[in-house]
């Protein structure tokens, strides 16, 4: 799920303010021309994304930005974020937390990858319990180019406030040619799950859709217990490379019902190119 950062307020002095964008150099920002097939770096994450605090891990062979807010709360939800709700374990396996901090405030944990990503296959194999998963927290798989309402594929794993709602959700939001914030949308059934592995993917093609699946286990293929194909003839497709981000979240800001903190381990993410 995408949000929205704060703005600075104007300089009090013009002239200063002035000097200051002068002297400044200008930031890349992504460009539909620039699309690849592959990964690439990330000197061009857009804004919305590089403001982000600078404490960083090195997860499944690439390395991540931990999101953390000083003071206040900010999108999705909008919620606090803490950086230490993000860790690796022995195994070097994501840990992802919502709890309460030391101000008794309810918690999330993001991470956003230095790398951008285009056409291929995006994978994640996790662990969690989502038969009993809180129906205010939200885990979301996406890539996001920092552009609220375009550019960006999601897999979320919520019930929305609804006990009885399925789990997975899958999302696109259009290219900057599109309709901002006019999304197509899928959500299963209930699924229960059979013990607490699962293993969740999107593939970017480059004949213009996107493929969703899910399944019980951890494995690279298989039989799949939820799957949607989007084409371009749903949405208009986004072809830049993006940063990949995960997080965990209450939907509004919202506490859990059950008040309980809430831990997600991610075992491994995985990008597959496009040949």
């Known amino acids: 799920m995408k949000r929205t950062l704060s703005t600075s307020t104007k300089s009090f002095a013009t002239i200063v303010f002035s000097a200051i964008m002068f002297a400044s150099c200008q930031k890349s920002t992504l460009n539909p021309a620039d699309a690849v097939p592959a990964e690439t770096p990330a000197k061009d994450k857009p804004t919305a994304i590089s403001a ?91 890539t996001y180019s920092g552009q609220d309402g375009y550019d960006e594929q999601d897999i979320e794993l919520s ?64 039989s799949s217990i939820a799957r949607k194909i989007f084409t371009s003839s749903d949405i208009t497709l986004s072809a830049l490379n993006m940063p990949v981000l995960m997080n965990l979240w209450l939907m509004n800001g919202t506490a859990p019902v059950n008040g309980q903190s809430y831990e997600v381990i991610i075992h491994e993410f995985k990008f597959t190119p496009l040949p």
């Open 52 to 142: 982000l605090a600078a404490n960083t891990i090195n997860f499944s062979g690439y390395t991540w930005t931990v999101r953390s807010t000083s003071a206040g709360t900010q999108g999705p939800g909008p919620n606090y974020w803490n950086s230490s709700n993000a860790w690796l374990d022995a195994n070097g396996h994501l840990h992802l937390k919502m709890q309460k901090d030391a101000q008794g405030h309810w918690s999330c944990a993001e991470v956003t990858s230095a790398n951008t990503f285009g056409y291929g296959t995006y994978q994640w194999k996790i662990e969690c319990d989502l038969n009993n998963i809180d129906r205010n927290l939200v885990l979301g798989l996406f």
């Open 159 to 222: 019930r929305w406030g609804n006990p009885s709602a399925g789990q997975f959700n899958y999302t696109v939001y259009p290219a900057q040619s599109g309709v901002r914030y006019k999304n197509v949308h899928w959500n299963t059934a209930n699924i229960t799950m059979n013990g607490t592995f699962s293993t969740h993917r999107f593939t970017r093609n480059k004949t213009a859709s996107i493929v969703y699946e899910s399944q019980h286990g951890h494995y690279d293929a298989g």
